[in-house]
């Protein structure tokens, strides 16, 4: 158990919709990281959050979008939603914004249908 | 643009038989490569970090090292329960410290 913890763990919805999901990062760490997995792209960095803030930004589309609150959980929120877009996202969690180990959740499977 | 190529894609081992991953590559400026370990429909689980060329970690039966183009994951006398996928990722300290995963190599460790 890595001390990420992402919810939900499954989410089945239909093109067009919208969904948020959920991450927790481990205890202190104040980096959450967003990633996209499919089986024809692999492991893809979405964005980083450090404290709040917007610290990096990858491939994420403008359909998609993201915020760490206060309490430094984070939502990663997709609309529009295509089925091209069904994949497992992951969000994972560091200590500091730069190289520290990068801890990962469990994942959300999400399938558009 | 910043490139991390994995090889081979897939890698079938019987138990025992030592062997290596690759991890080749380019980015304007290395902050940092990464090793994970990922099981079928598992997050990542971390395994080593190296920051420098000539750098070298070891975790149980498996060995990363570093040069100024690639990484090696060294695997040796490898066991069934080693049998995974294996993903390397740099971070670039250029172009906002985006983190590159390599596609993995799959292992398949037979008893």
């Known amino acids: 158990d890595s001390g990420v913890t992402q919810t939900p763990k499954h989410l089945i919805t239909a093109t067009g919709q919208r969904v948020t999901l959920r991450c927790s990062p481990r205890?202190?760490?104040?980096?959450v990281y967003w990633y996209q997995q499919s089986l024809d792209q692999g492991l893809q960095f979405l964005i980083q959050?450090?404290?709040?803030?917007?610290?990096a930004k990858g491939n994420i589309l403008e359909r998609f979008s993201a915020q760490q609150f206060p309490d430094l959980h984070s939502e990663l929120n997709l609309s529009s939603l295509e089925l091209g877009d069904s994949a497992l996202y992951f969000c994972?969690?560091?200590?500091?914004?730069?190289?520290?180990?990068?801890?990962f959740g469990p994942g959300t499977r999400l399938t558009v249908l | 643009e910043d490139q991390v190529t994995q090889s081979p894609e897939a890698l079938r081992l019987q138990e025992g038989e030592s062997s290596s991953l690759n991890c080749s590559y380019t980015?304007?400026?290395?902050?940092?490569l990464f090793w994970y370990r990922q099981d079928p429909g598992k997050g990542p689980e971390f395994l080593f970090t190296l920051y420098s060329a000539g750098e070298e970690k070891e975790k149980e039966r498996l060995k990363a090292t570093l040069t100024k183009k690639e990484s090696f994951l060294h695997i040796t006398a490898p066991k069934p329960e080693d049998s995974a996928t294996y993903l390397c990722a740099v971070q670039d300290h250029t172009g906002g410290f985006k983190t590159i995963f390599g596609a993995g190599t799959r292992l398949f460790v037979k008893a």
């Open positions: 994972a969690s560091s200590a500091g914004q730069y190289t520290d180990t990068q801890y």
């Open positions: 980015v304007s400026g290395l902050r940092g």
């Open positions: 205890s202190g760490d104040l980096s």
């Open positions: 959050y450090y404290n709040g803030e917007e610290r």
